[in-house]
């Protein structure tokens, strides 16, 4: 095992621990346990090292097919895709200025229009319809 790996593999238990220590610190101060808080710490600590000590060659192993890939990629390629992306961003954003400037032609859009003299149960339709709602409607 590479040095290099001992240390990722160090830093990843580091973060289960601190991790699962945060974890059962907030599941005793959230609710009260019949057991000592410190049992529910401890365990959930340790669970939090053990499950990042074993997970850690997984996340490495993605790493480093990302990082082959990465190098492996001829620059021209690389920078064409970064201006792709600034390109294709700068027009999104643009469209959405525009978008959002548009008239709503839906009477169902979100977020509901209101007028002014609706009532309370007319006000909060799209959430809670109710067959009162209906009837004031039929009548009016």
Do not use: Q
């Amino acid at each position: 095992m590479k040095r290099s790996e001992k240390l990722a593999r160090f830093l990843g238990a580091g973060l289960g621990v601190v991790g699962g220590f945060a974890l059962g610190y907030f599941m005793v101060g959230g609710v009260g346990h019949p057991h000592p808080g410190f049992i529910i710490i401890g365990l959930t600590t340790l669970e939090g090292l053990i499950f990042a000590y074993l997970a850690t060659p997984y996340v490495l192993g993605g790493w480093r097919t990302f990082n082959f890939r990465l190098t492996s990629t001829p620059l021209p390629d690389l920078l064409s895709g970064l201006l792709g992306m600034v390109v294709g961003l700068v027009i999104a954003a643009l469209i959405g200025v525009f978008v959002r400037d548009l008239p709503r032609s839906w009477p169902c859009c979100w977020p509901p229009r209101v007028r002014p003299s609706a009532s309370h149960a007319e006000a909060s339709w799209p959430l809670s319809f109710s067959a009162a709602a209906l009837r004031r409607r039929a009548t009016a």
